[in-house]
């Protein structure tokens, strides 16, 4: 339904895991993706939507024919930003959106803006369909879960799950476009940089005995 609406044609732009598994199939790599019930959908901009006005985010879900319901905000008076269907294991659609023109706060996330400055088309697929989507460009996925793997409040699993992303990353990005990992590092945010480094020395020793290329590339962004 998003793709249906147009809403990656105007901006839209798919981040997290299903994204970093879109990633991995753009740059032919064979690695293992990660398995989540989570969509984290994003954008830096007033979307221009192809929704009859006065629509919300809620109605068009609905269209797809799932009962998906809002999840309440922290505190319970904040509006939500995020939708899931009923059950503990079930799907859940997050927007990393600021502002209200879907009818529907968002997360806010830090770097953002960086993220998806550059975004590519590429596609998801799934067992039924190929959709169309944009994603952040491999190199600046890869530097923000760095920093992402640093400023995270949450446990050790997803810490390691990011250093792991992005190092898969570096490597398939210095393999196919040598050079991109430093050039977009020299435009990552001063205020995230520090952060970044460190994980990027802890993330260049995942790629000590198997790519030395995109090891350099880390530690180059280490310092």
Do not use: C
Not at 40 to 51: C, K, T, Y
Not at 70 to 76: H, S
Not at 113 to 138: G, K, T
Not at 163 to 175: G, H, N, S, W
């Amino acid at each position: 339904m998003l793709f249906n609406h147009a809403l990656f044609k105007a901006g839209l732009t798919l981040v997290g895991s299903h994204a970093y598994g879109a990633l991995l199939n753009e740059l032919g790599v064979a690695a293992p993706a990660y398995r989540t019930q989570d969509l984290d959908l994003a954008r830096a901009q007033p979307l221009a939507i192809a929704m009859a006005p006065g629509s919300e985010f809620t109605a068009l879900l609905a269209e797809s024919g799932l009962q998906f319901v809002p999840v309440p905000g922290i505190p319970p008076s904040k509006p939500s930003a995020s939708f899931k269907l009923p059950g503990a294991e079930q799907l859940m659609v997050d927007l990393l959106v600021p502002g209200r023109e879907l009818g529907a706060y968002a997360q806010a996330i830090p770097l953002l803006e960086f993220l998806i400055a550059e975004p590519i088309d590429a596609v998801v697929l799934s067992p039924n369909h190929v959709v169309p989507v944009r994603l952040p460009s491999p190199e600046r996925f890869a530097l923000h879960k760095l920093y992402s793997s640093e400023s995270r409040r949450s446990g050790a699993g997803k810490v390691a799950k990011d250093r792991e992303q992005a190092a898969v990353l570096a490597a398939a990005v210095e393999q196919e476009m040598p050079g991109r990992l430093r050039a977009a590092w020299n435009e990552f945010p001063r205020g995230g940089r520090s952060a970044a480094a460190r994980a990027a020395r802890v993330a260049a020793k995942l790629l000590s005995h198997s790519h030395p290329e995109g090891e350099a590339a880390l530690r180059a962004v280490a310092g």
